[in-house]
């Protein structure tokens, strides 16, 4: 099949029309958010490459539950755009798009590992791996994916790495980015057979005034640096270190514990299901629901899921919102109310070992990345930015029973 597009300049911005036939076996794309990355390679590249070479892609998050409503509604939107919905097979329940020439684009999750090692293409083999948050994956699981990519192909095999840096530390940075310097835009590692391409807002001409004024409004020098400018950071003054990232289906639970942050306007509504062993002083983090533009009948629907009628501890300051859930049969009630609950409850939490189950891989970002306010200085203040926080403040509402118990406070406490 051969597509031809009259005028280019219209669909693609400049910066990635270059890399449309880019054949280079590691590529990565990073930078600052609402660069296009992700739109260019799930929803133009992929959908050209399926249609007009031999190309099978596996699409990949660290969470498979992830991959709807971000990878798969990328390319379809992509497909729609393009004007071809005629040219594909689209079945949405098993998340798999079919070509009109038998290639295929898949989709999983690294936390389904034997479904990952079944997963082959209708013909011929795996030709591209493409991992969407990459910096959310550990590098272990990096490894296993690049032997999905084996068997013979008549076309150069690649990976594709997508992400918004974090810190320095992370694996991604120590293993690609030697001799990487934050102003340079490309880079190129022949010997390695690598391609690095750093975009950021600017670079993507369709946003609008309204969508720059947004991103340009942000003060904080952090989030500036790292999530406007697409530089990578140093790790900081994040405020919790005491927590790691475990299966916890290996251990045993009588009891479980639930607390809801509510969702406002852009914010997502965060429910966080968890248990505490009081005698090892630990909280483990069991699962998750995090997501915007739910209303209030839809998130109840979610935590009865998961929790049928067990009792879920809310931002007190919806009380309109915790009455509709009990409506819709949420065992539903309002956090205490009080002064001195954040503080209290940040030290709480920094005394405990905290373990995360791998699939809460929304809450693990929160806790990568959540960080105390600094002055002109970037010297750390005793508040904690009013950022990355939406799971974490789940948290504190669903372990109130126990901070208040294992803390004395002489004034009523507030959450």
Known sequence: MILRIKHPEKIFNDVYFKNLKNTYGTQIYFGGASSGKSYFILGQRTILDVL???????????????????????????????????????NKSEMTITAFNGNQILFAGLDDVEKLKSITPAKGVITDIIIEEATEIRYDAFKQLTKRLRGKSDVKKRITLMFNPIYQTHWIYKEFFQGWVDDKEEFINKGRDLYILKTTYRNNKFLTADDIERIESETDPYYRDVYIEGNWGILGNVIFRNWKVEDTSKYNFDRYINGLDFGFANDPAAFVRMSFDRKRNRLFILDEIYATGLDNEELAKLIKEKIGSELVTCDSAEPKSIQELRKYGVNARGAKKGKGSLETGYKFLQKLEIIIDPKCQNTINEFTVHKWKEN?????????????????????????DEIIENTYIEEEMEW
């Open 376 to 400: 002109k200085n970037g010297e750390a203040l005793p508040i904690p930015e009013d950022k990355d926080n939406h799971a974490i403040d789940a948290i504190r509402y669903g372990i109130e």
């Open 52 to 90: 007009t070479s031999n190309r099978n892609f596996l699409i990949v998050r660290n969470v498979a539950r992830t991959n709807r409503h971000s990878t798969f509604n990328e390319v379809l939107k992509g497909i729609a755009n393009f004007n071809l919905t005629d040219y594909f097979k689209i």
